[in-house]
């Protein structure tokens, strides 16, 4: 009897402590749990302690508050990020695999000679060197990156359909300027979005959603020739323009991409932190490595072709460096840490510089196929890797600048490196590979002076 009398004590107490906040709407010390408070209405604070389980009351449960995980804005979880980044990397990434080998061919429909054509396709470069780091930076303070995307991927749009309606030889190169470098704009603002998105769900890795992008630049390539073959060169600015358009339509109902980290007052701007010397040395360095794939780029296929081999093979072995490229982000996923990365930027070096070496001498199909699977290691994981030591030295609130003075610096290098390349290649054949070894081996010098205290760590 005892026993349920206490427990009938028990309730009838619970009974008025809810009667009382019902009444008075205030905080109430509840009676039966010493230490917990419930909040009804008012302005005070709020305190929780666990009840002792003996004080409970047959029958009722003691009501635990339950935090929700913080979701920073514009960053949905689950499996709708992952389909709009990766979807995002392929859309922009689909045009540049179709613009790189068949918008010469337009160019050349229009009967230019080849001086005008290298005039043409020289200019967007200089104006990406110039413009990118002042486009991109606009993503960290003005406009979130998903709505300068969308700004970008129209206006390029717009570019390339009055492309087609323009004779003039200056008014060729001023809208091919334009809307070429507003369509590799949209480069830095993807690589933003997906690395903010990775800062907020550690789950996610960069590889397997830039891995996307890969797979469209190659079906680009591939996809293109068909539909050029079937329809018409003059088709090319249409296509392109259909395609940015498609960019900035998806990029509509994305969520993601609403980051802001550099908007702020102007007593508050002098507390952001610029960006790091190290950083600009890294940058040096990354440039140089990216320049040293000129020989390649440029006149790999040609050289291939005098060195006897038939065109299925030049093929397929452009082929197996993206399935090589493809296989290792999907593997590796991303660095995880400055200490990875710098070790997937030496790693990447060194086969960069064994791929070179490789190159210059005169082998058989099987040996240049080995050289090209090296673009795993030469390419794939050290971008990963310059990628991720990127991000870590530059700070948040300047990230996007970053990306436009990374675009800026490997666009700068790589178009100087391709204006040596073409004497190289004409006096000294595949000779010239030997060129692109000191390239490497200046980067990884830059490297190593820009990540010397994450070195220092390692080492220790």
């Not at 043409?120 to 413009?131: C, F, G, H, K, Q």
């Not at 073959?229 to 109902?253: D, W």
């Not at 296989?327 to 086969?351: D, N, V």
């Not at 890797?385 to 030295?393: E, I, K, Q």
Request: charged share 10%; proline share 6%; hydrophobic share 50%.
């Amino acid at each position: 009897m005892k026993h349920g009398f206490l427990d009938r004590a028990s309730v009838s107490s619970s009974f008025l402590y809810g009667a009382r906040i019902l009444l008075k709407g205030k905080y109430e010390k509840n009676p039966c749990k010493t230490g917990v408070w419930r909040e009804t209405s008012g302005d005070m604070k709020t305190k929780s302690a666990a009840p002792d389980p003996a004080d409970q009351p047959s029958g009722l449960k003691p009501a635990s508050p339950k935090p929700e995980a913080a979701k920073p804005e514009g960053l949905p979880m689950g499996r709708r990020l992952v389909f709009e980044l990766s979807g995002l990397s392929a859309l922009v990434f689909f045009p540049l695999g179709f613009y790189q080998p068949f918008f010469p061919l337009w160019l050349s429909g229009q009967h230019l000679d080849a001086e005008a054509i290298g005039l043409v396709m020289a200019m967007p470069t200089i104006l990406r060197v110039i413009s990118s780091p002042t486009l991109s930076g606009l993503a960290d303070r003005h406009i979130a990156p998903r709505y300068l995307l969308v700004v970008f991927s129209v206006l390029a749009c717009l570019g390339w359909l009055t492309l087609s309606q323009m004779h003039s030889f200056m008014a060729v190169v001023v809208i091919v300027s334009l809307s070429t470098t507003l369509m590799l704009a949209m480069l830095p603002l993807c690589e933003v979005m997906t690395l903010d998105a990775i800062r907020a769900h550690a789950q996610l890795r960069y590889g397997r959603l830039r891995v996307w992008g890969s797979l469209s630049f190659m079906a680009a390539n591939m996809g293109g020739g068909f539909f050029i073959a079937a329809t018409s060169g003059q088709n090319v600015p249409y296509v392109l323009a259909f395609l940015c358009g498609l960019t900035g339509l998806f990029g509509l109902f994305m969520q993601t991409g609403l980051t802001l980290p550099g908007r702020m007052t102007a007593s508050q701007s002098h507390a952001v932190k610029p960006l790091p010397r190290r950083l600009y040395v890294l940058l040096l360095g990354l440039a140089a490595i990216n320049a040293s794939y000129a020989v390649l780029n440029g006149f790999g296929p040609v050289l291939w072709l005098e060195q006897g081999f038939a065109a299925s093979d030049v093929g397929w072995l452009t082929a197996s460096s993206v399935i090589a490229e493809v296989y290792i982000f999907i593997k590796i996923g991303g660095a995880s840490s400055p200490k990875r990365a710098l070790l997937f930027m030496f790693l990447g070096a060194l086969a960069g510089m064994l791929r070179w070496s490789m190159m210059a001498m005169v082998g058989t199909l099987v040996w240049v196929a080995l050289s090209q699977v090296l673009h795993a290691l030469s390419y794939g994981l050290f971008h990963l890797g310059a990628l991720a030591m990127v991000t870590h030295l530059a700070p948040f609130e300047r990230r996007a600048r970053a990306q436009g003075l990374m675009s800026a610096s490997n666009g700068l290098f790589y178009a100087l490196t391709m204006l040596a390349a073409g004497p190289l290649v004409s006096q000294f054949g595949v000779g010239a590979y030997w060129a692109m070894v000191p390239c490497v081996a200046l980067g990884l010098v830059l490297i190593f002076v820009a990540c010397r205290p994450v070195f220092a760590r390692t080492a220790s």
